[in-house]
């Protein structure tokens, strides 16, 4: 018997959750990766640290829910029943659009605004695991009507994890700049 599969996660661009906290905790997962972008999410990843088992599928307006036709094609190989891990409120409905809802899991960092509550609520179903940040965001949900049992919590990187990656970054950064240790460096951001 074959072992089972690593879960397939799957983010777009748009998604309010697409920078950066949920691109590294996908990094440190090491599962493979499904971004529904452009150059903006796969730039965000990289520097996340997510360049391992990633596929990138250009969607239209960088939304799973715009690019179902794209994402049906990413997913034609993707076996039935293999369980799903999305980053958007977008990849839940497209999925529920092609009719890949069995085995999935949504990830909420934060409790959206009011329009996104409504379709979250909408897109609930009995088979779908919630894994948020915090009990807080659990408790959020239960009282919204989400069962308590489908309710997971979610761990961040520890300060220690977090710190060596960012010497991680430097060093491959400095290394594609061709900068050595000695020299100091001031960037500027816009």
């Known amino acids: 018997m074959n072992p089972p ?23 440190r997962r090491r599962e493979p990766t499904l971004l529904l972008g452009g150059t903006p999410l796969s730039r965000a990843a990289e520097a996340a640290g997510l360049t391992e088992q990633v596929k990138h599928v250009r969607v239209a307006a960088g939304s799973a829910r715009w690019g179902v036709f794209a994402l049906r ?10 369980e799903l891990h999305v980053w958007s409120l977008n990849c839940l409905a497209a999925l529920r659009t092609l009719r890949r809802t069995s085995a999935t899991v949504m ?15 909408r897109l609930d179903r009995p088979t779908l695991r919630w894994r948020v940040l915090g009990a807080s ?25 977090a710190h060596a990656k960012l010497q991680l970054d430097r060093v491959s950064l400095r ?16």
């Open 5 to 27: 599969r690593p879960p397939l996660h799957l983010i777009d661009q748009v998604s309010p959750q697409a920078y950066p906290a949920a691109l590294a905790l996908i990094a």
């Open 73 to 82: 094609q990413a997913l034609r190989d993707v076996e039935p029943g293999r």
């Open 107 to 121: 990830h909420l960092l934060a409790l959206p605004g009011p329009d996104q509550l409504k379709l979250m609520l």
């Open 137 to 161: 965001l659990r408790d959020q949900l239960v009282a919204r009507g989400i069962s308590a049992e489908r309710v997971e919590l979610e761990t961040l990187p520890t300060p220690e994890e």
């Open 175 to 190: 290394a594609r700049w061709g900068i050595d240790e000695e020299m100091p460096v001031v960037a500027v951001l816009s």
